[in-house]
């Protein structure tokens, strides 16, 4: 069937527990009713959107326009949101678009031995996202004017030596405070820091980390977050800020969810 022929396509959210037994909400993307479809012992939980607005060849078209895809991928984001804050969910990437519910099951049974393993892997768990900022810089003393060329390229030498210590320094507080998060989570991420034309502050991102938690750690897994970062504030002019508990987006792809990513805390100057 062509997408001219269809009125309606279904669009994949997630995995659920089976049983009928999540409080699912009332709306999804474009205000459409959220429901299920049974998937051995999960349920998929899926919108019937209009096939005009959101058929393959819509996203073909619109995918790239942020000013478009915004407003859905905000709108899929709270519906998963909704399920994580109500029990296991395994989230699905966008686009999720599916001729028909038949369409989507065949789909689901073709990778089934995938989404039974990070099933597994993710049941109990959630996502604590964490990103570390430096705070203000204390402000330099005064020096007085140098005397002479030389006194003045021995200054910013110095300044220069002072900057690569620190520079040092702070990486290396900054890998231990990921280490230690680490270990208290079933796996973990670290993604390249985001600029600051992302975040809009002017400070720039020096770790930017997601853990996978189990539910019945997460107030050790913040009590510790929170340690850390009054000892970074302290000793290291940092700060930790934790957000969560989010669907474990970065712990479900092609590299096999809950495998451990341990790349090298990405820094910037």
Do not use: C
């Not at 409080?23 to 899926?46: M, Q």
């Not at 997460?218 to 850390?228: G, H, I, N, S, V």
């Amino acid at each position: 069937m062509s997408d001219a022929d269809q009125t309606t396509v279904v669009h994949a959210y997630g995995l659920v527990p089976g049983g009928g037994r999540f409080s699912l909400p009332e709306r999804g993307i474009a205000d459409a009713t959220v429901r299920t479809i049974a998937f051995h012992h999960l349920e998929v939980v899926v919108s019937d959107l209009p096939a005009e607005s959101f058929s393959e060849a819509a996203w073909a078209e619109h995918g790239e326009d942020t000013q478009w895809l915004t407003p859905v991928a905000a709108a899929h984001h709270d519906v998963l949101q909704h399920l994580v804050e109500r029990g296991d969910i395994l989230p699905l990437q966008l686009p999720g678009i599916y001729p028909s519910d038949e369409a989507l099951i065949d789909a689901l049974e073709s990778s089934r031995a995938d989404l039974e393993r990070a099933w597994q892997t993710l049941a109990g768990r959630v996502e604590w996202s964490l990103q570390i900022f430096p705070t203000a810089e204390l402000p330099a003393p005064e020096k007085p004017a140098p005397r002479s060329g030389r006194e003045y390229l021995e200054r910013r030498r110095s300044q220069q030596d002072a900057r690569e210590t620190e520079r040092g320094r702070r990486e290396t507080a900054v890998t231990e405070a990921h280490e230690a998060l680490a270990r208290e989570a079933a796996a973990d991420v670290v993604r390249a820091p985001l600029d600051k034309a992302v975040t809009g502050r002017e400070e720039p991102m020096l770790l930017n980390s997601a853990y996978l938690v189990e539910r019945e750690q997460e107030q050790r897994f913040l009590a510790l977050a929170e340690r850390l970062h009054n000892q970074l504030v302290a000793t290291s002019g940092m700060r930790i800020e934790a957000t969560g508990p989010w669907p474990p987006y970065s712990f479900v792809g092609a590299e096999g969810a809950g495998e451990r990513h341990e790349d090298e805390p990405g820094m910037v100057p």
